[in-house]
């Protein structure tokens, strides 16, 4: 069964500095995707970024980037020009790929905190 | 993208009684999920809600304690069944394609007294 792990509890950072949420995951497939989901105190899971395995490129969207070093199995994310907005936790998960109904696997979640 | 909507956003219940969470997309999807998350805790999946046929439940959920329903591709329940504290969690409705991400409803905060 495929696992990940997020072993930074907490994050703190500067608002306009840069920041780094570490996740690394386990899988014995090659075919799968990654992805970094936001949840604010409303409680709604917003998609932050998304990976797919296959492509060498790391995934970028506005201020988000991620790092996603397949050998290692490892995927963080970076927020650049943090946000007073950006103060939620963060979880990486992970989804196969295969045929069938493909669940996400969550790590235990990151709380980031933005100080003004 | 799929909008999804949870009702009831929250209610705070007695022991033994039972309550149904309603989960609504706005466009057919052919994946959908309920998860439930404990207070300060991540996601962990309940159940699959296959369309005309029984859930698929993960290890440590059975169906008596949470019945789901999905009549069509669109809509889905959750019921949390003789609920006791210890059921006091959010429980969130997830669904999306055969690949990629899944999208989420806003969750429902439920509380046992």
């Known amino acids: 069964a495929q696992t990940v792990t997020q072993s930074q509890p907490e994050m703190s950072v500067q608002e306009a500095e840069t920041v780094t949420l570490s996740c690394t995951y386990d899988?014995?497939?090659?075919?799968?995707?990654l992805f970094w989901y936001k949840q604010p105190p409303s409680r709604q899971m917003i998609l932050v970024i998304r990976?797919?395995?296959?492509?060498?490129q790391n995934a970028t969207e506005n201020r988000f980037s991620v790092n996603f070093q397949k050998a290692a199995k490892s995927f963080s994310l970076k927020i650049s020009d943090s946000q007073l907005g950006d103060a939620a936790m963060y979880f990486c998960?992970?989804?196969?790929?295969?045929?069938?109904?493909?669940?996400?696997?969550f790590g235990q979640g990151t709380r980031l905190t933005i100080n003004p | 993208s799929a909008v999804i909507s949870q009702k009831p956003s929250r209610d705070i219940c007695q022991r033994g009684t039972s309550l149904t969470i309603q989960c609504q997309v706005d466009?057919?999807?052919?994946?959908m999920f309920w998860y439930r998350q404990q207070p300060g805790q991540s996601l962990t999946l309940i159940a699959t809600?296959?369309?005309?046929?029984?859930?698929?439940?993960e290890s440590g959920f059975v169906i008596d304690k949470f019945p789901i329903s999905r009549p069509n591709l669109t809509f889905s329940t959750l019921t949390v069944s003789n609920m006791s504290p210890e059921d006091s969690s959010i429980y969130l409705c997830?669904?999306?394609?055969?690949?990629?991400?899944?999208?989420f409803g806003e969750g429902s905060r439920l509380t046992v007294l």
């Open positions: 998960a992970y989804r196969s790929a295969g045929t069938g109904a493909q669940k996400l696997v």
């Open positions: 899988t014995s497939e090659s075919d799968y995707y």
């Open positions: 990976q797919e395995a296959y492509k060498q």
């Open positions: 466009s057919q999807v052919t994946m």
């Open positions: 809600a296959n369309q005309g046929s029984e859930a698929t439940y």
């Open positions: 997830s669904g999306g394609g055969g690949t990629g991400e899944l999208f």
